[in-house]
């Protein structure tokens, strides 16, 4: 931290706040120039040069957070502030989010429609992708942090039959995808849409980015609303994938929550395994995953 402070010092900024990050391991910071403010975004673990190569990708498509500088020496970059209304806030505080979701919906099919296009083979976004083999080892961390430390009745050998069977049922057509776009990714400042942590952009099947934000943990939206919506969001793939997907979305989601309140002692995101497992309620029986029921049983 006292690195961080020094090279902002010497760039002119001054450090104004550790934000709420995601459940990543880069760190985010409010910073202050002058009168105006940035979010630096620090890489732990991970280099930057992917991650501007996925920014020039998007750019031009999407209302990205505009990267403003690179800080090589500290693995950190100078972003946009996107400021403080996610549309997780925006949806609880009583807001007219309609109309943001349906444009929301547009710029989905949008990056599905004009990234191919620009992507090369060696480009970062083409070399990952949300396969059998992923989505297995997705739920397999799923079972090791959500299953086994509340003590879930669902014996292994059932569990993995299960999510082969779930799996199995995937259809594996490809495109580009923001990968996590939900509430707390997407902000609204001055009546424009900001999105940000784009830098996990890949291939995944196509209802993948239309589950994410219109079955979002973290935001419940009223279902008659939301099912207009999702009516929107199915003609672009099949209403069964778009039950598959979700269901294995929000498997995955329960593992991710698992893991940031027992190991990483994040403990709010106990406040989202109730809005999870009310979509898995519906999911589960849409399928028939008798296999995945103690998951939503109290």
């Not at 400042?189 to 994410?212: E, H, R």
Request: glycine content about 4%; overall charge positive; hydrophobic content about 40%.
């Amino acid at each position: 931290m006292e690195e961080l402070t020094r090279f902002l010092k010497k760039k002119g900024f001054t450090l104004i706040e550790p934000l709420k990050g995601d459940a990543s391991t880069r760190s985010f910071y409010r910073v202050r120039k002058k009168r105006e403010t940035f979010v630096l975004m620090k890489f732990n673990d991970e280099g930057i040069e992917e991650q501007i190569k996925v920014y020039r990708l998007l750019g031009a498509i999407l209302p990205l957070a505009r990267i403003v500088e690179v800080f090589y020496p500290i693995n950190s970059l100078l972003m946009e502030d996107a400021g403080d209304q996610s549309l997780e806030n925006f949806v609880r505080e009583g807001g007219n989010w309609r109309p943001i979701y349906e444009r929301l919906l547009e710029i989905i099919e949008d990056l599905q429609k004009y990234t191919p296009a620009l992507l090369k083979m060696s480009h970062p976004v083409a070399t990952r992708k949300l396969n059998k083999k992923r989505f297995k080892r997705e739920l397999e961390f799923t079972y090791t942090n959500f299953i086994l430390p509340y003590e879930i009745s669902i014996e292994k050998e059932k569990w993995n039959q299960a999510v082969e069977k779930l799996l199995n049922l995937i259809e594996y057509k490809y495109v580009v995808t923001h990968r996590d776009f939900h509430s707390r990714n997407i902000f609204i400042k001055n009546g424009k849409i900001i999105i940000l942590d784009y830098q996990d952009t890949m291939l995944a099947p196509v209802p993948y980015d239309y589950a994410s934000l219109l079955r979002d943990n973290y935001v419940l939206l009223p279902e008659r609303e939301r099912k207009k919506l999702e009516e929107i969001a199915i003609k672009k793939t099949s209403p069964f994938q778009y039950e598959v997907i979700s269901l294995q979305r929000h498997l995955k989601a329960l593992g991710t929550f698992g893991y940031q309140i027992h190991r990483k002692g994040n403990k709010y995101f106990a406040d989202y395994i109730p809005i999870t497992r009310e979509y898995l309620k519906g999911e589960i029986k849409k399928l028939s995953f008798i296999e995945f029921l103690p998951l939503v049983q109290e």
